[in-house]
């Protein structure tokens, strides 16, 4: 009784871990194809990219200001020292 028990539940077990790696290697196939690999790097770059965008205009624009800044004090006959520029 004890072997036909082992003997069956050894079985299942094995046909259960058998189907799982199928779907899984099935699975990794699939997101390895040639469309899905160029859509995910498309995605990518497109997030790098307006990543970057958003970087270089939040930088024109603190350049903006601290060049209207540098201006104003010019116009007031401020003296501009390298000490009052503020480098984060």
Known sequence: MRRMFWMTFGFGLGVY???WAIKRVESTLDKLLPGKISSTL???MKRWLS???EALDEG???MRERETEL???LQRGQVITRSKIKVR
């Open 60 to 62: 024109r624009r603190v």
């Open 51 to 53: 990543g970057l965008q």
């Open 17 to 19: 871990l058998a189907t």
């Open 42 to 44: 498309d995605g990518m």
């Open 71 to 73: 201006h104003a004090q």
